[in-house]
């Protein structure tokens, strides 16, 4: 039986780019775990959208903002806006986001990474 795995983002099992940003991933214990990356005047709908084919993201998230500043923004209109230190749930209603002010933003994602930029 395996006691630790240990795994770093510095070697990534997978890196998905895409413009102004990537999304490193790990396996770990059947787990997916995703770090984001964006640049300053990164937008999924910009971004992202064309990658993957939909109109706005349609992953469900679970994470934590590791640095600078993302806002979220449902097809229905609602607007969110998550910064450094926040656990965040999001739910896979259509939603688009992007990077606010000039900071790159990090964050993990603990749900939804084996989906995201795919």
């Not at 039986?1 to 991933?25: Q, S």
């Not at 002010?101 to 603990?110: A, C, K, T």
Request: proline share 4%; glycine share 8%.
């Amino acid at each position: 039986m395996v006691e630790i795995i240990m795994k770093n983002f510095d070697k990534p099992d997978e890196i998905r780019k895409f413009n102004k940003g990537r999304f490193e991933i790990v396996e770990l214990a059947n787990m997916t775990i995703g770090r984001a990356t964006y640049a300053p005047g990164w937008k999924w709908s910009i971004d992202v959208s064309p990658l993957v084919g939909t109109e706005f993201c349609e992953v469900e998230h679970l994470g934590m903002v590791i640095a600078g500043s993302v806002t979220v923004a449902f097809k229905d209109g609602k607007i969110y806006t998550l910064e450094k230190g926040d656990i965040f749930y999001v739910s896979p209603q259509p939603h688009d986001s992007w990077v606010v002010g000039d900071q790159e933003y990090v964050s993990l994602h603990f749900l939804g990474a084996e989906k995201y930029a795919d």
